[in-house]
């Protein structure tokens, strides 16, 4: 029986670990986060995920996976950690170098470890080459030598989206990208064991660089159309028309604007690039920029509006990273709302169907509270709209006419909204 030990039982490494257990691997989990393994081998998944729960039951009930706070001698092991970045934007690899420590001792001839955590090119090699010092028994693969190791070591990308993960889990393509070809086919017999899509082998740096190089590429674009926002904010032109009428062009595709970018990668992850080539990398720098600039952006503009009212109420509506998802990771809305509670003098309600508590980082401050949608519009003086959630696009937004809006979501883009008076900023 093939055994698999997963290293990070988060928003990738779980989704994983219940995935192959449902095609019948025997699967270790492994993460230091006690309260995460006591959850989840009691059934209980630690966040939010549409079918997660019902996966990650039939994994424990048929015992095909076991979480645990050390991690185990298996055949294969995938290292699923965070990656963020430190002071200077520098990239952060701690966590991947103490699961690299932490694997060591139970490697054996045969295993194949496979990063999937996104990483700074070259981090395949480093993690080689830490494995090797750590494990001189056993031989390692060296960057494109021919041969075969007893160990192999690979890079693949994870590619999944919140809210979408294990559809997308099975059906998107994947990149393998070994150590050498021969480490990447042995990756591969694990990966083809559960992907519909087509996977696609090349070297490890190849496949470190291809996963930036795609989030990048979508923050780029999402910094046109934040600067957009912000031009037309300047030019009185409404960006959610305008965008409209550009994206009739045939061979043009603008993006939304929006609060800035969260969630842990396309926040992240371009700084990779940036790291590694600061002189070369002026555009992803700037598109950096750009998009956390963009909730200090609509702090003034709520706080501009605040001036107008003498004990202001804001009533925020979304404070996730991103609409119809519940993760708050990085998130350019919660930014803002910690920017006002600091300002002082403003009242804060959160309307967010997706949090069912403030988080722990706001709880305990005097001027906040976690409201339903009524309870927001009925006592605001202001309402942000911050995230388009599902649920927000269904309200009556004639029952606003008479509160002051800040719209950065475009939920209220439509030419009756204008005609009404709204007072509205992009």
């Known amino acids: ?53 019902m996966l990650l039951s039939a994994a424990i009930s048929t015992e095909r996976l076991k979480a645990q706070s050390t991690p185990a001698e298996a055949d294969y092991f995938i290292i699923a950690v965070p990656t963020p970045f430190k002071d200077g934007k520098k990239p952060d690899m ?25 990483s700074p090119v070259g981090s395949t090699e480093l993690l080689a080459a830490r494995l090797s010092e750590a494990r001189p028994d056993l031989s390692f693969p060296r960057f494109k030598e021919a041969g075969e190791a007893e160990v192999a070591v690979a890079h693949c990308p994870e590619r999944i989206l919140p809210g979408n993960m294990l559809r997308e889990l099975v059906s998107n393509d ?8 021969a480490c990447s086919r042995r990756a591969v017999s694990l990966y083809e064991s559960f992907v519909t899509g087509h996977i696609y082998t090349t070297d490890c740096r190849t496949a470190e660089f291809v996963k930036l190089t795609e989030n990048a590429f979508r923050d780029v674009n999402i910094a046109f159309a934040n600067e957009l926002s912000v031009i037309c904010d300047r030019i009185n032109v409404d960006v959610w028309r305008a965008i409209e009428l550009a994206n009739r062009h045939p061979r043009v595709s603008i993006l939304q604007p929006g609060t800035g970018v969260g969630g842990h990668c396309i ?12 002189e070369e990398a002026r555009l992803i720098r700037t598109a950096r920029e750009v998009n956390d600039r963009k909730p200090e952006y609509i702090f003034h503009r709520i706080l501009d509006l605040a001036d107008r009212f003498k004990n202001p109420v804001v009533s925020c ?40 508590e403030l988080p722990a980082v706001f709880r305990g401050a005097p001027d906040i509270r976690l409201v339903d949608a009524d309870t927001a519009r009925q006592e605001a003086d202001i309402v942000a709209f911050l995230v388009a959630h599902k649920q927000f696009r269904r309200l009556e937004f004639n029952r606003f006419l008479h509160k002051v809006v800040v719209d950065a979501t475009g939920l209220m883009s439509r030419p009756t909204d204008l005609d009404g008076g709204l007072l509205r900023a992009n």
């Open 1 to 53: 029986m093939t055994t698999v030990c997963v290293v990070g039982l988060g928003y990738i490494g779980l989704p994983t670990a219940a995935m192959l257990a449902s095609r019948g691997f025997d699967v270790v989990g492994y993460d230091v986060n006690e309260a995460a393994v006591a959850s989840i081998n009691s059934g209980r998944a630690h966040f939010h995920e549409p079918d997660l729960q």
């Open 174 to 181: 994947r990149i393998v990208g070994g150590m050498t070809d």
């Open 267 to 278: 926040a992240v992850d371009p700084w990779f690039i940036v790291d590694s080539a600061p």
């Open 94 to 118: 701690s966590h991947v170098e103490q699961a690299c420590d932490a694997i060591a001792p139970y490697l054996k001839s045969g295993s194949t470890v496979i990063l999937e955590s996104t």
């Open 317 to 356: 509506f979304g404070i996730t990273y991103k609409a119809d998802v519940g993760d708050l990771r990085e998130s350019p809305s919660m930014k803002i709302v910690m920017k006002l509670l600091q300002h002082g003098g403003v009242k804060v309600l959160v309307c967010d169907p997706l949090v069912k």
